[in-house]
Structure formats: C-alpha cells, structure tokens
C-alpha cells in the first residue's frame, strides 16, 4: 500500500496596515513637517504664541465638541453657558485680545512693573524726597490716595475676578483676568506706599485712609459705585460698566486729570511714577474692552439687540459714575499747589469718554449732562 504524498502546507497571509487620509495613521499629511498648529485660522499669515497657547484651549460645542459639554453645573446648564450675559454674538470665537496676554507676558510685564516701582521708592527714600512735602500735600496723599486704594482693590477682586470665568470663550475670560491683576497689583501698590510714607520721617497718619473711604462724604459716591458693580450677575454688563463707564468717568478723571497733574507742583514725583502704572494697566485693558465691544455692536446679526442693550447699561450706569465724580469735586481744593480745577478735569474726562464711545459707535447717553 503506498502513501499520498503529503500536500505542500499553504503559506499563511495577514492583513497589512494601510495607511490613508481618513486615519490618524496616516504617515504624511499636510503641515506634518510643521510645528504649528492648523486647527484654527490665524488673524495673520502665521499663528502667534498667543493664538497657539490660547485659542480652543477652551472648546465648546460650537467648536470641535460634536457630543455637547462634558460637565455641566448642579443647576443645569453645562459649560460656559452663553446666556449669562444679554449681549450675543455670531461668533464669539472671532475675539482675539489685541494686548496678546498669554502667561509669561502676564509675569514679565507685572514684574517690570515692581521692579520700577521698587527702584523708585527707594531712590526717593534714599534723597529723602518725602521732606519737601508740605502738610496739605501729605493729608491729600494720606486720606486720597489711600482711599482709592479701597476702589482698586474691589474692582480686582470683586467685579473682575468674579466675571474672570463667566464669558464664553477662553480668550475674553484671559483677557479679563489680567485685569484683575492689574487691579489687585496696582491696590497692592498702593499700599505698600502708604507703609512706606507712614514709616518715613514725614507726619503721615497710614491708617486714616479706612475712615475716609468709610466716612468721608466726597469718597461716598465713589464706593456706592464700586459696591454696586459687585453686584451685577451678568458678567458683560460688570466689564461694560467698570472699563466703559466708571474707569474714564471716576477713575481716569482722579488718577490722570488730578493726582499726575498736581503732585510735581506740590513737591512729588514719586506719587506720579506709582499713579502712572495704573493708568497704563486702564491703557492696556481699555485695548481688550473697546475689541470686544466693538465686535459686539459691529456684529451682523446682532448688532441692534446690542446697541439697544449697551444704551439701558449706559442710562443705568453713567448718572451713578457722575455722581461719584461730582461728590469728589472738594478734593481739588485741598492741596497748597492747585493747578487744575475741577471743571477743567470733568472736561478732559468726559472726552475720553465720548471718544470711547464713538469708537464703540455708541450714542452719547444724555445723562451725561445731568
């Protein structure tokens, strides 16, 4: 009996990877030689540090989530709901903060900030600077300055720290940040200062400031206006409110149209160098507000729901800003030196303002003349 021959064994296949377009496989890809991103259209031909480390590090449905938030809140709605504010927008994606702030220009920018301070206040204690102070100088210093330490510090810590998280794209809520901590520097500042002048070997009280900010009738109108910005719930109408309204109507109009124009007059030049921080931390987050809201009452579809919006937060907010301003007036006259007068002041405020609302295309509120 002969045996088959036994059959060759079959060689065994599997099936090998192919790469195409349509996986993340893939070995070549448009831009794979690039280190940059392409998941978002840059404002110019290349994508800034700002833009890479910036934009989408908040998604949303709208963008790139197809499944809706992953986490919401206890009481519903999920993410950054839009609905916390009245405004609305096509896109609110299109905001790009034109300060471009991003972490490290937040730390380098603050720290040249102490730093020229720091070298400042040394320089002055060092010549004994505070010496040529007259006695009406150093009780303005002592009572207003130190109160508008109070107006700082609840700016930064309880209308923009609280609005920091509310907006709907992480870009807003970036820029909105910085200003708190520009606000809660530019108080720390303050104070600091006033321990410094108070441990100086002028008469300076370095407590009186509480019980001006809490007493005294010309700051009155003042922490009304500042305590009722703490009190808004829709984040956009506290920034409108703050960097539209209060800022050029009370802040600007105390800190650039009084205190830097009289304090060399009467003998200071340090209190201008600290004060001037300030007004180029309002320069630089007036820049963000006047790119948002001009995108907002320039938007195609909701444009007149805005404007209509922003004229009831303008008729809301301007009487109570020239009200803390007007109660202010008293100071003008309290230092020996008196350069400007208050109407003076009022006038060159209350341009800036019309200015920033032109350029908001804005109308003028007509409570700004009451």
């Known amino acids: ?44 031909l290349r994508a800034t540090v700002y833009e890479d480390v910036t934009l989408d590090v908040q998604p949303d449905p709208d963008r790139h989530l197809t499944q809706g938030w992953v986490y919401g809140f206890g009481d ?10 009245e405004l609305r ?55 207003n300055l130190g109160a508008w330490m ?9 209308v923009f720290l609280s609005e920091q998280r509310s907006a709907p794209t992480n870009m807003i809520n970036n820029a909105i940040a910085v200003n708190s901590t520009h606000k809660l520097r530019f108080s720390q500042d303050l104070a600091l200062y006033n321990l410094d002048l108070a441990e100086s070997e002028i008469s300076l009280d370095g407590s009186v400031h509480r019980q001006t900010w809490h007493t005294d009738p010309a700051w009155q109108g003042v922490r009304e206006n500042v305590e009722r910005l703490t009190a808004i719930g829709d984040w956009a109408e506290s920034l409108f409110a703050a960097n539209v309204v209060f800022e050029p109507l009370v802040g600007v109009l105390f ?63 301007v009487p109570l800003s020239v009200k803390a301003a007007h109660q202010l007036q008293p100071i003008w006259s309290q230092p020996h030196e008196k350069v400007v007068t208050f109407a003076d002041s009022w006038q060159a405020a209350t341009e800036g303002f019309r200015a920033l609302l032109s350029d908001l295309d804005l109308p003028e509120p007509k409570e700004l003349s009451q």
């Not at 519903?76 to 504010?85: C, D």
């Not at 007004?279 to 995108?295: G, H, I």
């Open 150 to 158: 109070h107006a700082e510090h609840g700016l930064g810590m309880h």
């Open 1 to 44: 009996m002969t045996s088959s021959p036994t059959a060759p064994a079959s060689e065994r296949s599997f099936p090998k990877p192919e790469f195409t377009g349509a996986e993340a496989g893939l070995l070549e890809f448009p831009s794979s030689k690039s280190r940059t991103y392409n998941y978002f259209t840059p404002a110019k």
């Open 255 to 317: 800190r650039s149209h009084l205190v830097m124009q009289i304090a060399a007059r009467n003998g200071d030049y340090v209190t201008p160098t600290l004060v001037g921080t300030g007004e180029n931390d309002y320069d630089r987050d007036q820049r963000y507000t006047r790119a948002l809201f001009r995108l907002l009452t320039a938007d195609e579809t909701h444009r007149e729901h805005n404007r209509e919006v922003l004229a009831g937060w303008l008729a809301r907010w």
């Open 89 to 143: 927008s096509g896109d609110w994606h299109r905001f790009l903060d034109p300060n471009e702030e991003w972490e490290q220009t937040i730390y380098r920018n603050n720290a040249n900030v102490v730093r020229q301070i720091r070298l400042t206040l040394a320089n002055a204690s060092k010549a004994n600077a505070y010496r040529s102070w007259s006695s009406s100088w150093t009780r303005f210093v002592e009572r």
């Open 76 to 85: 519903g709605p999920g993410g950054y709901p839009k609905e916390w504010t």
